[in-house]
């Protein structure tokens, strides 16, 4: 016998990947993933067992070590990235400014962690890039912008490309750069969904990035508005 009110809400557990050589630092982001009832890590290992580790269990999220001695991060990567409908892929670095963090940008990471990020923001992470979000420290992108330009995109010609943008358009891009969601932005803003994926698009376009981690950076190197 029901007392007939709504359902409870059933909250959507996250399924993470990682993927690191040292096996000391599997068991850590494990345990520390782990220790919210919302994130669940549905497998770990080294390199060379990677992309069919991610074959099998499907995760939502793949937190992948940029540097492995057997099998690199770059080509777990782009083989993972290769599937039908792949997970998002962000890679753990240390960020000591080697060509590998600007290629795996362009392969298609959607974020890149520092392995010393403290476990809050290593779960709130995961969370954003379950939902469609970017995750991009600080430190990560003053390497990008200051040693990788060639390849981030975030040129003077594309600054410039800035005052293109609308209103509504640069409020859009500033929510991107702090890593929400189409959902979350517009939730912020008032918006569909539908019509915060065609403000990204049209924002896109107009700077001539490719994907909202170079439209990210776009925005960190903005100048305030006014």
Same mark, same amino acid.
């Given at each position: 016998?029901?007392?007939?009110?709504? !359902?409870?809400?059933?909250?959507?557990? #996250?399924?993470?990947?990682?993927?690191?050589?040292?096996?000391?630092?599997?068991?850590?982001?494990?345990?520390?993933?782990?220790? +919210?009832?919302?994130?669940? #890590?549905?497998?770990?290992? @080294?390199?060379?067992?990677?992309?069919?580790?991610?074959?099998?269990?499907?995760?939502?999220? #793949?937190?992948?070590?940029?540097? %492995?001695?057997?099998?690199?991060?770059?080509?777990? /990567?782009?083989?993972?990235?290769? *599937?039908?409908?792949?997970?998002?892929? *962000? %890679?753990?670095?240390?960020?000591?400014?080697?060509?590998?963090? &600007?290629?795996? %940008?362009?392969?298609? *990471?959607?974020?890149?962690?520092? $392995?010393?990020?403290? !476990?809050?923001?290593?779960?709130?992470?995961?969370?954003?890039? *379950? @939902?469609?979000?970017?995750?991009?420290?600080?430190?990560?992108?003053?390497? /990008?912008?200051?040693?990788?330009?060639?390849?981030?995109?975030?040129? !003077?010609?594309?600054?410039?490309?800035? &005052?293109? /943008?609308?209103?509504?358009?640069?409020? #859009?891009?500033? =929510?991107? &750069?702090?890593?929400?969601?189409?959902?979350?932005?517009?939730? +912020?803003?008032?918006?569909?969904?539908?019509?915060? $994926?065609?403000?990204?698009? @049209?924002? =896109?376009?107009?700077?001539?990035?490719?994907?909202? %981690?170079?439209?990210?950076?776009?925005?960190?190197?903005? !100048?305030? &508005?006014?």
């Amino acid at each position: 016998m029901t007392d007939g009110g709504p !359902p409870a809400q059933v909250q959507a557990v #996250v399924r993470v990947v990682v993927v690191d050589d040292e096996a000391l630092v599997r068991s850590g982001l494990t345990m520390i993933l782990q220790a +919210e009832g919302d994130v669940r #890590v549905v497998g770990a290992c @080294s390199g060379e067992d990677a992309v069919a580790l991610v074959a099998r269990e499907r995760p939502d999220v #793949v937190l992948l070590d940029l540097r %492995m001695p057997v099998v690199d991060g770059l080509t777990v /990567l782009e083989e993972v990235l290769r *599937a039908p409908s792949p997970p998002v892929v *962000a %890679m753990l670095t240390t960020f000591d400014g080697d060509q590998q963090v &600007a290629r795996a %940008m362009r392969a298609g *990471a959607a974020g890149f962690l520092l $392995k010393d990020t403290d !476990p809050l923001g290593l779960l709130q992470a995961v969370r954003t890039l *379950a @939902s469609g979000g970017v995750v991009l420290s600080p430190r990560a992108a003053r390497t /990008l912008l200051t040693e990788h330009a060639e390849v981030t995109g975030v040129t !003077p010609e594309t600054l410039r490309r800035l &005052a293109t /943008l609308t209103a509504r358009e640069r409020d #859009v891009l500033g =929510l991107l &750069a702090r890593g929400l969601s189409n959902a979350e932005v517009g939730a +912020e803003l008032d918006l569909g969904v539908g019509t915060v $994926k065609d403000h990204v698009s @049209s924002i =896109l376009g107009k700077l001539g990035v490719r994907s909202r %981690m170079q439209a990210a950076l776009v925005a960190r190197q903005a !100048p305030p &508005a006014g």
